[in-house]
């Protein structure tokens, strides 16, 4: 496949429902070469036209450029610590079919035997049609697709397994790609969500922790071992306070589900994202006290990370969005006053995250079809 044939269905891809017309001007071609191009596509399975949704004006009917009937698609996989949910996803980015369930059990043998499982039962329907898998995982991942996640004790787990094909030696290796949910959360917001346009974004995500990522100019920062983005275990909570990580003083510790705990002295909760929601949610005085405290320990954090990545836009999740909604002055008070002068006067937007809670999964997707697009052909 040719790069002018790629760069088409990238943008069929980032802009669903463009018209031929509007894809010519884009990449700087003909019509001519345009109808050529999607002729070519057409015929490879990767690409159509359909009847655009009707406008009520006169004149011929407009066309749009969509995803082939029988074309690829891609499957996204979101593994929480409480439960798992997978995507069918097709060009563009709709999703044609969503499964989802509760772990039955805490090892990661268990986890991942159910998303296996899940993923051999779509793979029925549509059969080869289903070409790359990404992978949405509450911790690090290597580049060997190795996850190490602390909280839920999932220690070099092997996301390569999850595909049932790659445990059938005479199967073709499947496309597998993987990421940290914060970060995948990241992507998905400058690609389709709050973040769009932003030249350097950076996200917050709170669920059991606080993780994030830089996207930069479109290209999501992952550091040297894929591992970067883990702004929750830097030092800027009470260093009397211990970390599952090992180490003392995370960030993370005062903002999550378990910093409102300690406050309200209870203690430390089995699910602290429903424990957080519940007392943000609460009339109750000690209640509100305790989530200014965390939403003034997130805005100060916010700052330090803007002083120091040069961000020009902050977008906040799960969690995170719900402090912001909560308690917006508290927030925004300590982010402004933590800020560098020279950033006061135009200071990078702080924004709840469009996506919600289908970042990290929207994200996953995202990085399987930039994957599988680098090498359809």
Do not use: K
């Amino acid at each position: 496949m040719t790069t002018r044939s790629t760069d088409l269905l990238r943008l069929v891809h980032t802009h669903p429902g463009i018209t031929r017309a509007d894809a010519a001007r884009r990449l700087g071609i003909g019509t001519g070469a345009a109808t050529e191009l999607v002729g070519r596509l057409s015929q490879a399975a990767l690409l159509t036209e359909a009847p655009a949704a009707p406008s009520g004006a006169r004149g011929r009917p407009t066309t749009v450029l969509v995803p082939h009937p029988a074309g690829p698609l891609v499957l996204a996989a979101e593994i929480t610590h409480e439960a798992w949910r997978i995507d069918v996803v097709e060009l563009g980015g709709r999703t044609l079919t969503s499964v989802a369930g509760r772990h039955t059990g805490t090892t990661w043998a268990e986890v991942s035997g159910a998303v296996t499982v899940a993923i051999q039962e779509l793979s029925r329907p549509y059969g080869d049609r289903l070409r790359a898998l990404g992978v949405s995982v509450p911790g690090t991942v290597s580049p060997a697709l190795r996850l190490d996640a602390s909280g839920p004790g999932w220690h070099d787990a092997d996301l390569t397994a999850l595909h049932p094909a790659s445990l059938r030696p005479t199967s073709a290796a499947p496309l597998i790609v993987a990421g940290n949910d914060a970060s995948l959360a990241a992507a998905a917001e400058s690609a389709r969500g709050a973040a769009v346009g932003a030249s350097v974004a950076l996200h917050l995500r709170i669920e059991g922790g606080l993780g994030g990522a830089i996207v930069d100019h479109g290209r999501l920062v992952i550091g040297a071992t894929g591992s970067s983005g883990e702004f929750g275990h830097m030092p800027f909570g009470d260093p009397a306070v211990a970390c599952a990580c090992g180490a003392h003083g995370c960030w993370g510790t005062a903002v999550d589900g378990t910093a409102l705990a300690r406050l309200l002295g209870r203690p430390a909760p089995p699910d602290p994202v429903a424990f957080a929601r519940q007392v943000i949610a609460s009339p109750g005085a000690a209640e509100q006290a305790a989530v200014r405290t965390v939403a003034a320990a997130l805005g100060r954090g916010a700052a330090g990370l803007v002083n120091g990545l040069d961000a020009d836009l902050v977008t906040l999740g799960s969690i995170g969005a719900d402090l912001l909604a909560a308690a917006p002055d508290e927030l925004h008070a300590a982010y402004r006053s933590g800020l560098m002068a020279i950033r006061r006067a135009r200071p990078p937007l702080l924004l709840p995250a469009a996506l919600g809670p289908d970042g990290p999964l929207a994200g996953a997707a995202e990085s399987a079809w930039s994957a599988l697009l680098s090498q359809l052909g």
